[in-house]
């Protein structure tokens, strides 16, 4: 991966990750807030049931006492004089009361009674102080002939506190006539701890105040916590109208956690974080090992890439699934040409796919295990050529221990088997160059060990030539055949002097010689064995050819050599009618070139077999049973010396013509 993508694709899953953690934190702290909020509005929910039950509480209470009061007026009346013993009682089982009247119909006080539990409030400050309210509570009362509160009022005590009271008017009727009124005073800070106070929490304040918030009165424990509840209820009386307030605090925490649904809150957001943590942190692991895995792929497509054996992997139904460059490069087809094809695969050769295939059929069926060495195989390239190949297969086997197949590494051999098959020709070669050395100094020795006798045989016959012309009637023909005798001789002796000369390398004597004359040479000697074969001999040299600048024994003996291997060949195959046509023509050159010229021998016999072509001029290779097989060896050697070529082809209708050139005299020099 190029570093730009990756750093681009960091980013991104780095950017995910924050993305994902600022949600979960987003998600937890919404948890945690409506946690608290529901917890809020529990305890709210409770601060407002306490508020409504302490309001029911306090109007029940309320209605009570004027139920009291009014059994205190009938009390009084049945009884007579005893107003202030009911009062009294009446006054030690309400502490909310600080005083009781009686009061006339213009409110002249009758009787009066204050509260046991605390000093008359009255003393400082006078009555006369509560005049205006208790004028208004009355006042009230009398219109609707029913109780009547008038609105609260501060009362300074002695102490330095003060008191918040509030009038009750009850009038007295009777037979339709006012006849004077109860008055109670209320202590409002009494009401509330007597009615109240018993069942309130201890963090819960109640008070009363006014609509405008201002606190009139309280009960409660002052202690403060952390937040606070507040409740609010109306409480109308007939003629005053307050508001009844209740907070309630949180207690201060001991621990981190309010309660219970927080807490767990809490404990599953630190959970998540931790599986989100962990989960990061196993993708970074994975991550690293992804990065790495990547770099070991890498590391082995580059060494499959520079692999020069092919390998190739098949799946257990004989497909290929994978093959490497070098492979492809081998057989000469792309992947996409290989991968899933076969069986058969396109690189075996047809004529070997039903061998091949049972091989592999063999194989898949696991019946037999390769050998660790290799085997030869041969394969076909797209164009169709064959070429050898060593493969060496082993087994697939997965991660699970399962085989699934099996590979092969591919080696083609072709180039050592044509260096094998260089060496194996080279070695035959310097076998073939030792044994002509070993001919070679037999030949030297031969010559040298025959010049001597050739000498002889020549001298005698030059004797015996000469006492036969001093002979009064010799035989004529046997002057001519002692004349031949000298002639072979002398001939024999220059061959052996020439091969002697051939062998050791020495510089040949260069003559100019006339074609006719070289052919005429070996002329005697080819008709004899012609005669003897029944061969007809044929000559074709036209007048005026060149010269042609040669060693002239050498020469002789190449025709005479080529002459007798075919009058053989014609002998062999026993052909019909056997002919040998010996011709000589100059090659047709540009003006100003160097001249050739071209002799040939032509038989009518069987034509060289294919195999025996490929050897033809190997030294020793012979077809016959007393053949040397060096003829046609040492006439391309002559020929090639002398800067020519020796070839051959094939006689229409039959037989064989073999072709060889020599350089021709040039113009000026003839
Ligand atoms: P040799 O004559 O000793 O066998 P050569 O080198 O002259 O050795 O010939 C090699 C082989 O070439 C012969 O054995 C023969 O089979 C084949 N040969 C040569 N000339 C001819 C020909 N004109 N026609 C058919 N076969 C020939």
Redesign the pocket.
Known sequence: MPSGMRRLSTWRRWSLWMLLGVLVVALLATLVWLAARYEASVAQGNVERDAADALSDIRSALTRNVQELQALHAAHHREGGTWHVAADQLLRAHREWVRLEWRGPALELRAEADSPYRPPVFTRMGRGHAQPELQQACNAAARTSSHAYARSYFVPQADGLGLELMELCLPQVEVGRLTGFIVATYSLTDLLATHIGPQMGRSQEISFTEADGTRLAMHGLARRGQRVFTAQQLLDLPGATMVLRMDSWRRPEPDLFPNFMTALVTVMSIALVTVLFMLGHDTRRRLRVEEDLADALAFRKAMEDSLVTGLRARDLQGRTTYVNPAFCQMVGFGPEELLFSGPPAPYWPPEMADDYRKRQEVRLAGGNSPPREGFESVFMRKDGTRFPVLIIEAPLINAQGLQTGWMSAVLDISEQRRVEELSRASQERLQATARLATVGEMASLLSHELNQPLAAIASYANGSMNLLRDAPAPAPDLRVAMTRIAEQAERAGRVIKSVHDFVRRRDQAREAVHPKALVEAVLPLVNLQARKLGVRVELRIPEGLPRVLCDRTMVEQVLL??A???M???DEARVAQPALLLQARAVPAPEGAKRWLEFS?A?R????PEE?QKQ??TPF????A??????????RTVVEQHGGQLL?EANVPQ??I?RFTLPAQSAESA
Not at 621 to 624: D, S, V
């Open positions: 050599n080529l007798r291997n075919a053989q060949a014609m021998v038989d016999g069987p034509g060289i025996v033809l001029f290779y012979t077809t016959k007393e053949g040397m097989g060096l003829g046609l060896s040492l006439c051959y037989g064989t073999f």
